[in-house]
């Protein structure tokens, strides 16, 4: 033997005082879709498969950036369509629940969903369509109902506990709560129910648990409570009614028993033996609860109500006739029925006052709960230890054990395919599928300590209880022949005596020899046992030495488990930092999309905004050749006019110098009679009219447009074009005349016109004929290049009174006016080779009548 220095060994952890079972689902989430209200209404909700909805977006709702309809699918344990029976829900998501209840577990079973979808008929139903919470009801009635205690014998204290009483305290107890009561007991439950809530269930539809523990007692204590406003008040709670002024019912508070358990502290727990009586307490609690008529739902609920349903049960003592008077040994299971309030906008339902507070209080309520399940789904997938808020609301506090994994959790998410709800709808798919997603460890459930099964019946079957064994013969010894009949009736009978002796000394004889085989059959057994020791003992030896081959393989095995721990830690590292360089490949892989859609948006935007730019270069180029061309116009009209203007002060000064030199010669050669005047209307540029042949030859008018030329035209006259009446009219010859343009004709001509007709400054109707040349493309089609603008204006104006003297000879303001040139003809003799205003008369134009 040899001794090594080391350090002093590190103690093993302390084991859990709960073990666990391997990490499962925190809840199974069902799916109900409920049926529209009207057939032409339109749907959002498509069952795919038993397993498997779709969701459609409603028409005018755009889901993607790009305004495309989004379709999405959501996968839960079970979808359950508009066809599905009471009966069926309840046999797939509540009869395993009801099942744990009995065999010690506990469960939790709530809906959830918008307002008006359902949730309040799946829980409850309606006459003749019990719901899940009245089918349970029954189904644990049916299975207990043998093996219930009689009433006060479980006793539950103020502290979440439960306490066995004698069967004297219960009944004493009994009889002091008959005497208090002042309601008279009914002979029959059933006669006392509500109509509202009558014949729920059908006899031929009831459940029973198979396996239930006959050689235990149970006890079912109900207790009602809703979460109003985040306040938590007791539904059975009898207040006495003051007509002058009645208290409000006061809020309760929640707290932990000694076993971590969340309880609400003074919540009355009735006690009840049948269905029918549990089901008149929940509907008396009913009748209290808050609800209000909305514009979406006529009685919509406005608190989450829970049901809480607590079966104590505590096994028979040896004997199978009385409950063991031991409180350790006494389970407690319960089972929560949630109805939850349905979530809601305010805008939708056209809640005001007390409703917009009670639907906040709703919404926060249900937000804190989905915050809740992903702190856990978040703790479950980064590894990290984030505290959840449980107290943030009272629905997470109050089930908070169920969150850490003690006992089963399933939801029926209700939904309601009208379009309207579909927003709200997506909210309860996404909490839904999140749910689904958080595992929690499960503990191991404690085993119930009993005795020998079958002590009630046996007891109840009166069989044979194990003795000494003198007793077992003495059995046998009555099993022997009678004895004579010893009656003496005469003094000298000496038949009668020797003849019960001799029948006595043969039963003697006969015990006796009873008594020697029993001691032979003894002595064999203390013989056979003692074999029966040595060999015990032998194998005691070898059990022995078997054992410290043992404690040294479990020495090995604890060192191994040791290194697997360590390994396994490792391991458990590894994959932490590998989920951290995923999570930071995934980030960066994010960045990257980001900053390339990013990237690539931004030159799309240069992109656009040089297409722009060179756009806007075209449009303002554009602008300042047309600027340009209708200043060149503008000068060019300019000078014409002032050509024109200077010319007819030319031609008044002429007619002045005439009118003197006939005045001088009228002086010279009296009585020469003066010739009269000749008045001729100049005639339009567009349609001149051929003179007298005695008339000199009128000068040449000069051409409007090019469209006189040898081009083929296209005349776009807009059907909206009006006609102006005027005696100037443009005229086209050799074109098309189209009120709207086409390929086809563009491809037959090479100019092109527009006719465009806008109010000028003056409100006289001005004309633009925007002309241009046709020319083909690469492509071929045809295109227009726009190359000139001719606007022709219409002018009303009247003669100036002013610029006629009193003898009829004209001013020089009276020529200056267009009204007066227009209305001058001009006269020339034949074969004067001078121009035009030689020789003219002006006259004043004559008015129409």
Known sequence: LFFRKCKTPRRPPKKPSISFYPPVTFAQVYCRVRPLGVEDEECCIEVISSATIQLHAPEGFKTNRNGEYKETQYSFKKVFGVSISQIELFEHVAKPLVDDLIHGKNGLLFTYGVTGSGKTFTMTGSPGQGGLLPRSLDMIFNSIGPYQAKRYVFKTDDKNGMEVQNEVDALLERQRRENNSSVPKSSSSRQKLDPEIADMIK???AYKTEGVDEDSSYSVFVSYIEIYNNYIYDLLEENQEDAIKPKPPQSKTLREDQNHNMYVAGCMEVEVKSAEEAFQVFWRGQKKRKVANTRLNRESSRSHSVLIVKLAQAPLDADGDNILQDKNQVTV??????????????????????RIREAGNINQSLLNLRTCIEILRENQLCGTNRMVPYRDSKVTHLFKNYFDGEGKVRMVVCVNPKADDYEETLLVMRFAELTQEVEVARPVDRPICGFTPGRRHRNQRGGPIDGDVPSVINSMVHCLPPLPSSELADPNDDITLPRLIEALHNRHRIRQMMIDEYNNAANRMKSMLQELDNNLISKENVIHEQNGKLVDKEKI??????????LEKRTKMQEHKIDILQKTTKIYEDDQRTLKYELETREQRL???????????QRMQGVVTDTQYKWEKECDRRVNAMQLEMQNKLWVKDEKLKQLKAIVTESKTPGRPDPPPRQTQRQPQSQPRSQPQNHPPMRPLHRRSRSAGGEKWVDHKPSSSLDLGTVLQPVIPNSIQVSTPSEKALSKCDRYVLTHQEVASDGEIQTQLIKGEVIKTRGGGQAVQFTDIETLKQERKRKSSEGTPANGDHTDGAWT????????AVEMRAGSNLGPGYEHHGITKRRKP
């Open 607 to 617: 992109q656009r905004e040089q297409s722009d730019k060179r756009r806007l270069e």
């Open 203 to 205: 006899s031929e539809e």
């Open 333 to 354: 299971s319960q089972l929560c029925l949630v109805d939850l309030a349905g979530s809601e906008r305010t805008g939708r339902t056209g809640a005001e006052g007390t």
């Open 817 to 824: 006016d267009v009204e007066t040139r227009c209305s001058a």
């Open 557 to 566: 095995i604890q060192n191994n488990k040791a290194e697997i721990e360590r």
